[in-house]
Structure formats: structure tokens, C-alpha cells
């Protein structure tokens, strides 16, 4: 299986207000729960922002070990869960058996969909306004009061189906 690329279809809004330091939030959160700022924590955190995107816990822990190679794992996943704890990051599955984190303030927030690639595992993000309004529409039609939305869309991406067109039978 190749390595998930990571794609995106929309780029930052030019009307998007400037977001809160990740890093001065995260800070903020270990005081107030009484624990500990470490440098580990302080270069996962890092990394995890900078790498942006849908990014897998062990893509996270190789990129860590390149700068420390005495961080564990256990201290990834736990400083992963205090960024989502913390709202700074979103836990991910799809359907693919592993957690992959988003950061919270990526892009668009919580109004955005996925359409993921089953053979390479490739995911685009994008955002429909006609599917929004549909979703509001049924729900008013139905009574319910939308908490949050997910709508994954899985299938075969563009470069996945003309590799699978071109395999002798």
C-alpha cells in the first residue's frame, strides 16, 4: 500500500479571522490542568502543526524522532489526546483502522467533508454549500437539531482508477 497523500481542495479564506497561537493555547490548557510543559510535548505539538492535514499518529512519531529519537510512542498518543482534549486537534477515523489527527482550526472548522481514496488512501477535503443547505433543510423538516456533521465519501481517486485502466488482465 503506498503512503497516503495528503491533497486539499480548498485554500484559507481571504475573510477567515486570524486563529489563536496552538502552542501559547496548549501552554494555557497543562497549567490550568496542573500538568507539565515538557519539550517533548512542546516539539510534538510543533511538528504535528506544522506537518498539517489528516496526519496518522506513527507519520507523526517518525517526524519527531527525526529531531529526538528518545520520544515514545506512548508520549505521542498522549500528547496527541491533550491536543484534543484541549480542542486544538480532531480525532479522525476513515475507516482505514487507524486515528489520524486534523487541527481544529483547519481551514474551515467543522463545516467541511472528505472524500477518500480506498486503494491509496489519498484524502480531499471539500465544502459544499447546496450540501449544507440540504442538511438544514432535513433537519428542520424532521424536528432535529444538528450537533456536528460528517460525510465521507470513499471510492477510488482519479490517479488510482487510470493505474487499475492500465494493469494487463
Do not use: W
Request: include cysteine; glycine fraction near 8%; charge should be positive.
Amino acid at each position: 500500500m503506498r503512503a497516503a497523500p495528503e491533497t486539499s481542495a480548498l485554500p484559507r479564506r481571504p475573510d477567515e479571522r486570524p486563529r489563536r497561537d496552538p502552542l501559547a493555547a496548549l501552554g494555557a490548557f497543562l497549567q490550568q490542568k496542573g500538568l507539565k510543559h515538557s519539550r517533548q510535548r512542546q516539539a510534538i505539538a510543533q511538528i504535528f502543526f506544522d506537518m498539517g492535514g489528516h496526519v496518522p499518529v506513527d507519520a507523526l512519531v517518525a517526524r519527531v524522532r527525526e529531531q529526538d529519537p528518545r520520544v515514545s510512542v506512548a508520549t505521542v498518543y498522549r500528547t496527541m489526546k491533550l491536543l484534543a482534549e484541549c480542542g486544538l486537534a480532531v480525532p479522525r477515523r476513515f475507516g482505514e483502522g487507524q486515528t489520524r489527527y486534523e487541527p481544529a482550526d483547519h481551514h474551515h472548522g467543522d463545516a467541511h467533508d472528505h472524500l477518500i481514496c480506498t486503494a491509496c488512501g489519498a484524502i480531499v477535503e471539500f465544502e459544499s454549500e447546496r450540501i449544507t443547505a440540504l442538511q438544514r433543510r432535513l433537519a428542520r423538516r424532521h424536528g432535529f437539531e444538528v450537533e456536528r456533521r460528517r460525510v465521507e465519501l470513499y471510492g477510488r481517486c482519479a490517479g488510482c482508477r487510470g493505474a487499475a485502466a492500465k494493469e494487463p488482465a
